[in-house]
C-alpha cells in the first residue's frame, strides 16, 4: 500500500524552529518528486515546498523562502522540512504529497497520494 | 489571497450537473496543461480527482470531468450525489519561479 506519514509537529514559539519529515513506503521513493502542502484552520491549500527526484530542483513559495529548506533521504524513503524562524501565519496541518509522474521535468504533475497531515501550532 | 479563483460555493440537487471554475493568468493555467483538481471532506487529507486538466485517475467515478479554455479551467460533476458534498480544489503547475498555484475552494453542498 502507497502511504506518507507525517511526523514532527507541534506547539512552537513565534521565532523558533521545527523539523517536519515524512515517511514514504509502497513505491519507489527516489523515482518522485515530493511537496509539502499546508493548510491553516478552516483555509484552503497552500504549496510550500517541492523538491524533484535528484533533488536538483527545489521550489518554495514565497511566504516561506529564506525559512524553510526542503530535503529527502532518498537512502531511507524520507522527506523533510526544516522550519526556522517561525511565525504566527505558519501555523497550519503540514501534508506531505507524491508527485503523480516519475522524473517529473516540470517537478509537479499533480498530488496523486497524500498523507494525514502533521499539526504545527505557532503561538507564545 | 489565491493565485487562482474559484467560486466559494456552488450547489445542486442530486442528479444534477454542476461545474467549479478555475480562473488562473497566462503565466499559469493560459500556458501549462497542468491543472489538477482535488476534493477533500471535512477533517480528511485532500483526494486526487483529475490530472493534466482531463484526465481521471484509476477508480475516480466518471461523473467527474474536467476541461480548460484559455486561462479557466472547469471541473464538472454529473449525477450529483450526497457524497460528492465537499471541497474542492483547483491547482495549476506555474513555471520555474512560482511553481505550484492553488484555487482558494469551492464548497460544494448537494441540496
Known amino acids: 500500500e502507497v502511504q506518507l506519514v507525517e511526523s514532527g509537529g507541534g506547539l512552537v514559539q513565534p521565532g523558533r524552529s521545527l523539523r517536519l519529515s515524512c515517511a514514504a513506503s509502497?513505491?519507489?521513493?527516489?523515482?518522485?518528486?515530493m511537496h509539502w502542502v499546508r493548510q491553516a484552520p478552516g483555509k484552503g491549500l497552500e504549496w510550500v515546498s517541492g523538491i524533484n527526484w535528484n533533488s536538483d530542483t527545489i521550489g518554495y513559495a514565497d511566504s516561506v523562502k529564506g525559512r524553510f529548506t526542503i530535503s529527502r533521504d532518498n537512502t531511507k524513503n524520507s522527506l523533510f522540512l526544516q522550519m526556522n524562524t517561525l511565525r504566527a501565519e505558519d501555523t497550519a496541518l503540514y501534508y506531505c504529497?507524491?508527485?503523480?509522474?516519475?522524473?517529473?521535468?516540470?517537478?509537479?504533475?499533480?498530488?496523486?497520494?497524500w498523507g494525514q497531515g502533521t499539526m504545527v501550532t505557532v503561538s507564545s | 489571497q489565491s493565485a487562482l479563483t474559484q467560486p466559494a460555493s456552488v450547489s445542486g440537487s442530486p442528479g444534477q450537473s454542476i461545474t467549479i471554475s478555475c480562473t488562473g493568468t497566462?503565466?499559469?493555467?493560459?500556458?501549462?496543461?497542468?491543472v489538477s483538481w482535488y476534493q477533500q471532506h471535512p477533517g480528511k487529507a485532500p483526494k486526487f480527482m483529475i490530472y493534466?486538466?482531463?484526465k481521471r485517475p484509476s477508480g475516480v467515478s466518471n461523473r467527474f470531468s474536467g476541461s480548460k479554455s484559455d486561462n479557466t479551467a472547469s471541473l464538472t460533476i454529473s449525477g450529483l450525489q450526497a457524497e460528492d458534498e465537499a471541497d474542492y480544489y483547483c491547482?495549476?503547475?506555474?513555471?520555474?519561479?512560482?511553481?505550484?498555484?492553488f484555487g482558494g475552494g469551492t464548497k460544494l453542498t448537494v441540496l
Open positions: 509502497g513505491f519507489t521513493f527516489d523515482d518522485y518528486g
Open positions: 497566462s503565466s499559469d493555467i493560459g500556458s501549462y496543461n497542468l
Open positions: 493534466e486538466v482531463n
Open positions: 491547482c495549476s503547475y506555474a513555471g520555474t519561479s512560482t511553481y505550484v498555484v
Open positions: 504529497a507524491k508527485d503523480s509522474l516519475p522524473y517529473d521535468d516540470y517537478l509537479i504533475d499533480a498530488f496523486n497520494i
